[in-house]
């Protein structure tokens, strides 16, 4: 029970914490502060910043902190996948486009050439000059932009 009152008595100073300040000199010259200006003497206000009072915020916990460092981890991890991303895009496309110049360059270059379905048939010249038009627009669209 005693413990209680003492709490609520303690919580209830709390508010005071903040409270004015005052400066007094006595008749030996001893400089005295309280927080009630003494009676009959000259005493002075004096302000004192709150960071002195010990009004500052707290100090973040290591927890907290370490959360925080979490988050800009993570944050650092996605940036750096989403720039990986776009460097893997920028190989496969490129890739696409060396492998559509080097099929037109099999159809430009002529010669004998095996139909691509399995049989050991030769390619008509017809079916030879479809397959490089097909191959021209694919390559076409493969390397726009290069």
Known sequence: MKRIILV????????????QFYKH????????????????????????PKSALGDQSPAKSYVAQDKGLDKKRKAEKEKQS??????KKEQDAAARCSQAR????????????????????????????????????????ACKGR
């Open 102 to 141: 080097a099929a037109l360059q099999t159809y430009e270059v002529g010669g004998k050439i095996f139909k691509s379905d399995g049989s050991r048939d030769l390619m008509s010249d017809a079916d030879i000059d479809a397959a490089r038009d097909k191959s021209r627009r694919e390559m076409d669209e």
């Open 25 to 48: 000199v006595d008749k030996d010259g001893k400089v005295t502060y309280t927080d009630q200006p003494p009676a009959g003497a000259d005493a002075k206000a004096v302000n004192i």
């Open 82 to 87: 989403k720039a990986g991303d776009a460097d």
């Open 8 to 19: 609520a008595l303690a919580l209830a100073f709390v508010p005071f914490a903040g409270a």
